[in-house]
């Protein structure tokens, strides 16, 4: 039996006795009996209120908990990335040369990444560095920023630095693209690129 359940027959018993009715017989308690005494019942009342007030929290409880399971979300833990050679072959390439940010946004438009983590550019220079195709230089700035500058290898591949003007300064500054040839590059080697996690 549930512990409600209990609290309540409880109740019941406790009305019955109350109002002079053995719980489990049904009779009629004699008048003259000591359970029908007026401190008796005073003290069966006051039972009696303290089971409805238990009663009462009691379904509060369950109500607020029913709600806080009925607005949880769940957050499922992302699959680190990974792509097939399916998906490889969707990847859109440029014509033109493209940036790591849209090298890197083409790349993730094939996969789910509402349950897998994205590539991301850190991983993709972190292989580019270990294999020689970047170098990295810190410049003194005010947050001592990393530069990455392609090598005479990436040359080789289509890596090349532009120069482009920063809207929001106006300052001209280096950056790293990638042509179509480059960004196959990048792609046909993204399972050993994913692995530098």
């Not at 109002?19 to 069966?44: M, W, Y």
């Amino acid at each position: 039996m549930k512990k409600t359940e209990l609290v309540e027959r409880s109740k019941m018993y406790l009305k019955l006795l109350i109002n002079g009715i053995h719980p489990v017989t049904g009779e009629q308690i004699p008048t003259d009996s000591a359970l029908l005494g007026d401190r008796v019942k005073k003290c069966f009342s006051f039972i009696s209120g303290i089971l409805d007030e238990y009663i009462e929290l009691t379904g509060k409880v369950e109500k607020l908990e029913k709600e806080k399971e009925a607005n949880t979300v769940i957050v499922m833990k992302k699959q680190p990335f990974a792509i097939s050679h399916e998906q490889c072959q969707d990847i859109k390439l440029s014509k033109e040369p493209i940036s790591m940010y849209s090298l890197v946004r083409n790349i993730n438009s094939v996969i789910n990444t509402e349950s897998m983590e994205k590539m991301t550019s850190t991983v993709i220079n972190k292989w580019l560095l270990n294999r020689g195709f970047i170098t990295a230089s810190k410049v003194p700035t005010t947050v001592n920023k990393t530069v990455f500058s392609p090598s005479e290898l990436a040359a080789k591949i289509g890596i090349k630095t532009e120069s482009v003007i920063n809207k929001a300064t106006g300052e001209i500054n280096p950056q790293i693209k990638f042509s179509e040839s480059a960004q196959l590059f990048i792609i046909e080697n993204i399972e050993e690129i994913s692995g530098c996690v």
